[in-house]
């Protein structure tokens, strides 16, 4: 029982490149989330998902797309990479209502 | 809406002595309050969650928190530091629900615990 897990950990990318993140779960939850974490801000959430085929907006979307092909995959793009997308990105996933599980985190480094 | 103040960005404690990171809520609902601690170059671990049953919530590594909903407030305690406590620690509450019926969480910015020998 893996948890929440994120791929990758790390990447470089220059500013107008563009980059998938991966989280998947293995707890069988229908909801899950991808967060930034940002010096001073806490997490906010930028998408999420409340099961196959359905996602929504967060509090910071713009830049970024989402796709839930499997429940237990939960897909960031990042079209054309900015430097203002420097950031750790989360992944989390829950039931409906309750205790959300965080992955690892992907640092992300935009120059 | 719902919002989270940590009051405190950093904390230092000696080692052996207590710990308290204080944190203020407010929401238009009843709200789930929890705290997470994030260690370096780590995923954020759930501490404890308060959920509207006893208002004194035992979370692991000795950590405690007391909700109080005259003063607005979730502060986590635990009697005596350890080295391994350094770390950042967030407090998120959840109450609004989203157009799907899911809990939104909102999180604190997050207070920086450091432990001195």
């Known amino acids: 029982n893996a948890g929440v897990t994120q791929t990758p950990k790390f990447r470089v990318l220059k500013t107008g490149q563009s980059m998938t993140l991966l989280c998947a779960q293995d707890m069988n939850h229908e909801y899950m989330y991808w967060y930034r974490q940002d010096p001073g801000m806490g997490l906010r959430l930028i998408h999420y998902s409340v099961g196959e085929g359905t996602t929504a907006k967060g509090e910071v979307p713009d830049g970024y797309n989402v796709s839930r092909l499997k429940k237990q995959n939960f897909l960031l793009g990042l079209e054309s990479a900015a430097p203002s997308q420097t950031s750790v990105y989360f992944c989390?996933?829950?039931?409906?209502?309750?205790?959300?599980?965080f992955g690892p985190g992907t640092r992300l480094l935009v120059l | 809406a719902q919002s989270v103040t940590q009051l405190d960005s950093h904390v230092s404690v000696s080692e052996g002595t207590p710990v308290l990171l204080r944190c203020n809520y407010s929401s238009s609902y009843s709200p789930s309050l929890f705290w997470y601690v994030q260690h370096p170059n780590k995923g954020l671990q759930l501490l404890l969650k308060y959920t509207s049953a006893a208002t004194l919530v035992k979370g692991i590594n000795g950590f405690e928190a007391e909700f109080k909903k005259s003063e607005t407030s979730f502060h986590l305690t635990k009697p005596s530091a350890h080295m391994s406590d350094a770390a950042e620690y967030f407090c998120?509450?959840?109450?609004?629900?989203?157009?799907?019926?899911?809990?939104?969480?909102?999180f604190g910015t997050g207070t920086r615990l450091t432990i001195i020998p």
């Open positions: 998120v509450v959840s109450g609004s629900i989203s157009n799907f019926g899911n809990e939104k969480l909102t």
């Open positions: 989390a996933s829950s039931y409906r209502v309750g205790t959300q599980y």
